[in-house]
């Protein structure tokens, strides 16, 4: 088995809702890893923790009881605030990826995250965004496909979701169950970034970017286990970004989630690249539930892989594939 130079990583994980506890499970069949603390906002009411992990109240208390850590950031916090968390890991000197937002700060902070990246390098640690959607197959996934098909000029990534394994509440907050005009006026989970991920990736700037929401409707009443929901209103939607490149290319990322699938829908991941070469994928590896093994995984992985980066912010795209940053004596 590979081990990373100096022993295991120590990690720490932030938040214990869904994602945090299931990241704490992913810590004990992880090589090269070793789980050593929580960070939770009651510290005193978290149970059920491995043996020796302790429970701690902030990121500065992490810091000094672990320097060095990798923090695996579970909390929900978007935009500066969530700037603002990665900041306070930061100084605490410890490493850290956040599965909740900032995958492309430079669009998405005022100063394009220059002040992240500084406060990262000044305490000489690293700074990621990662996760499934977005950190994934909607982008880092077509990113690196795209190498396989020089000359191209459109690409096309299309994700359906089975939205019957969400809670209601997370339905409510997309938008099941409103008016298609509802759904129409907003896009609560962007996909720009992941378009400025792919765009990064392939080394043209974006030039123009659109996202917009249709609402999917039935013209039947539709009954699930936990509500129903009338016809003509939303039991999903087809979310896309398009963004035009430089260069004259175009990448569009589409996401639809519905709640009228069925055990037969077909939940595979589509990509189409046309021009110079094309390239066609199917990836019928779907997720029928909720993917957050698969998210904690992914957020894990980045950061171990991307403790070999220099000390700044970072993007989803960069971080390798290897398994620690020294060649390992079987790679001799
Ligand atoms: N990119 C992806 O693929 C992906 C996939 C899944 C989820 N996510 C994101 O990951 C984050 C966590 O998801 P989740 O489903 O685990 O959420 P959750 O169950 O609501 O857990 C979030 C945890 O954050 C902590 N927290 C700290 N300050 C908080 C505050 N002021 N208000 C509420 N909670 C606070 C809480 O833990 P303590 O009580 O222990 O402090 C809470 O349990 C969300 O932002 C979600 O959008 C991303």
């Known amino acids: 088995m590979t081990t990373l130079e100096g022993g295991p990583v120590p990690v720490v994980v932030q938040g214990l809702g869904l994602l945090g506890r299931t990241a704490v499970e992913l810590c004990a069949g992880t090589p090269g890893v070793e789980l050593v603390a929580v960070v939770t906002r009651r510290p005193e009411a978290a149970a059920g923790l491995p043996d020796g992990v302790v429970a701690l109240a902030d990121l500065g208390a992490a810091g000094r009881a672990f320097p060095g850590a990798l923090v695996l950031s579970t909390v929900h916090a978007l935009d500066e605030e969530l700037a603002d968390v990665l900041a306070e890991a930061a100084r605490a000197g410890l490493d850290i990826v956040t599965s909740s937002g900032l995958f492309h700060p430079a669009s998405q902070l005022g100063d394009c995250g220059a002040a992240l990246d500084a406060v990262a390098r000044e305490h000489a640690v690293r700074i990621l965004a990662s996760g499934v959607q977005?950190?994934?197959?909607?982008?880092?996934?077509?990113?690196?496909?795209?190498d396989l098909a020089p000359g191209w000029t459109a690409v096309d990534v299309v994700k359906p979701s089975d939205a019957r394994s969400w809670p209601v509440s997370t339905r409510h907050m997309l938008g099941m169950g409103e008016a298609p005009e509802v759904v129409a006026s907003s896009v609560p989970y962007p996909l720009a970034a992941s378009a400025h991920l792919i765009a990064r990736a392939v080394g043209r700037?974006?030039?123009?970017?659109?996202?917009?929401?249709?609402?999917?409707?039935?013209d039947r009443e539709l009954v699930l286990a936990d509500e129903s929901?009338?016809?003509?209103?939303?039991v999903g939607f087809t979310h896309e970004c398009v963004a035009e490149l430089e260069g004259g290319r175009r990448v569009r990322v589409c996401w639809q989630p519905t709640l009228a699938a069925t055990d037969e829908t077909d939940l595979s991941l589509r990509l189409e690249a046309t021009g110079g070469a094309e390239l066609t994928m199917r990836l019928d590896g779907s997720f029928r539930r909720d993917p957050y093994p698969a998210t904690a995984a992914r957020m894990l992985h980045t950061a171990v892989r991307g403790r070999s980066l220099p000390a700044g912010l970072h993007l989803a795209v960069?971080?390798?594939l290897a398994w620690g940053g020294q060649l390992a004596s079987e790679d001799r």
């Open 134 to 146: 977005p950190g994934f197959v909607l982008d880092v996934l077509p990113a690196a496909v795209l």
């Open 318 to 320: 960069t971080p390798g």
């Open 229 to 234: 929901i009338p016809a003509g209103k939303a």
């Open 205 to 218: 700037p974006v030039v123009e970017l659109r996202e917009s929401r249709v609402a999917e409707t039935l």
